[in-house]
């Protein structure tokens, strides 16, 4: 295993180290005053808009698409870097650069499983940063850590599928300029193979019977950059049969190979946030003194730091051993080693997030600092793309059955 950066990655990095920089790190603040004058709160932001323009513009736009039809052309080791680059200001970085989740699961599913009508019609658009999109699988009556318990209800009636039911923490369901949903439901609900009851439809937003009852939280944050997270009631809600995508039975499959690398695109910003929590760490500690001396020679705040750098280390390695395999034997191959950084991970970087809250006190919890926002989202990250419970056991399952 070679995690060398190659020339093109280098070149890349290069320009996204200048790019955040110049621009990114400068348009944080700015964002905050400018969506304060806003009248709604899911306006575009003018600042977001022009950096889009200024990525697009500097060859930034859609790293995360391996396929080169239609994106980049990075393989995940490449992209890996980028990604953590990124990381270090996910509210905005992700967006402007158009890997932002979830248009960029979506773009990968339509790549890889839409019909070129399909294509044509959402993913160009996408791909372009014209409109956004939104995914709807969670559910709120149900475990939906487990995929299979989803109720909505999604039946053929002539040439035309009619989804019922209510999905909740719909990302980019509150965005204006998110055009479509793509949903998974049960076309088979009584069919004897779980993982073939289910199927995905796209579904315009504007689709009669799609009603958005309420924009929901995450920990108070209502999470603009990624457009929100909505609860979504489908009544009866009418689309040809020809906005399926793939096969009838096929929505468990698709979003199993959409998961892959959602899971490790949101590994490797969680490491960038960590770096960028370990900055705002060390600034503090070298800038404030208590009891006597500065923060950077008190024992405890000199552990922090130093067991937050190993643990960096460690996490980029897995990270990247992760990208190398999925490169060279694909997701399936892959498999163990996206559960294991799924695990880690997050769960670390909280940890870091949180021994930095503590050296900031007060500003720590404050909006005057990323720390809450990045706490917020690096913990949300336990549960998201499947709470940490199901990849133990998934992973545990695997390691025994080499015994029994």
């Known amino acids: 295993m070679d995690f060398a950066f190659d020339a093109r990655t280098e070149e890349l990095r290069a320009k996204l180290l200048a790019f955040m920089d110049e621009y990114v790190y400068p348009a944080e603040a700015v964002v905050h005053e400018q969506r304060a004058g806003l009248d709604s709160p899911w306006e575009n932001v003018p600042v977001v808009e022009e950096l889009k323009a200024e990525a697009r513009r500097q060859g930034l736009w859609n790293l995360f698409l391996p396929d ?20 270090r200001s996910p509210q905005i970085a992700p967006t402007v650069t158009n890997c932002a989740a979830p248009d960029t699961g979506n773009m990968e599913v339509l790549a890889q499983f839409g019909d070129e009508a399909q294509k044509k ?28 318990n989803i109720t909505t209800h999604i039946e053929r009636d002539g040439d035309e599928y009619v989804i019922t039911g209510r999905k909740w923490y719909i990302s980019g369901a509150m965005h204006p300029d998110c055009a479509v949903f793509i949903v998974m439901g049960k076309t088979d609900p009584d069919g004897a ?11 315009p937003r504007d689709t009669p ?28 809600a009418r689309v040809p049969v020809a906005n399926l995508i ?7 499959a ?4 959409r998961l892959g690398p959602g899971r490790i695109h949101h590994c490797m910003r969680l490491i960038g946030m960590a770096e960028r929590a370990i900055e705002l760490m060390c600034r503090r500690a070298v800038s404030r003194d208590a009891f006597g ?6 024992g405890v705040v000199q552990n922090w730091i130093a067991d937050a750098r190993v643990a960096v280390e460690q996490l980029r390695l897995l990270v990247l051993k992760t990208a190398w395999m999925m490169d060279t034997v694909g997701n399936r191959g892959a498999h163990t080693e996206i559960q294991a950084i799924k695990i880690a991970t997050p769960r670390t970087v909280v940890g870091i997030l949180d021994r930095a809250i503590q050296l900031y006190g007060a500003g720590g919890v404050s909006q005057d600092f990323p720390l809450a926002e990045l706490y917020a989202g690096a913990r949300t990250l336990m549960i998201a793309d499947g709470p940490d419970e199901v990849h133990q056991r998934s992973l545990a399952r695997r390691e025994l059955k080499k015994y029994l």
């Open 246 to 252: 793939g096969e009838e039975g096929g929505g468990f």
């Open 121 to 148: 019609q959402w993913l160009q658009p996408l791909l372009a940063g014209e409109i956004r999109s939104a995914f709807a699988m969670t559910e709120p009556e149900v475990a939906s850590s487990d995929a299979t």
């Open 293 to 298: 001396k500065a923060l950077a020679r008190q």
């Open 254 to 257: 698709i979003a199993q190979a």
């Open 68 to 87: 080169s039809e239609h994106g980049a052309g990075l393989t995940n080791l490449q992209y890996a870097p980028l990604a953590e680059i990124m990381g």
């Open 193 to 203: 193979d779980i993982r073939r009851q289910q199927s995905m439809v796209l579904v």
């Open 209 to 236: 019977g799609v009603t958005i009852t309420r924009a929901m939280q995450v920990f108070g944050y209502e999470d603009h950059y990624h457009g929100g997270h909505a609860e979504v009631v489908f009544d009866h």
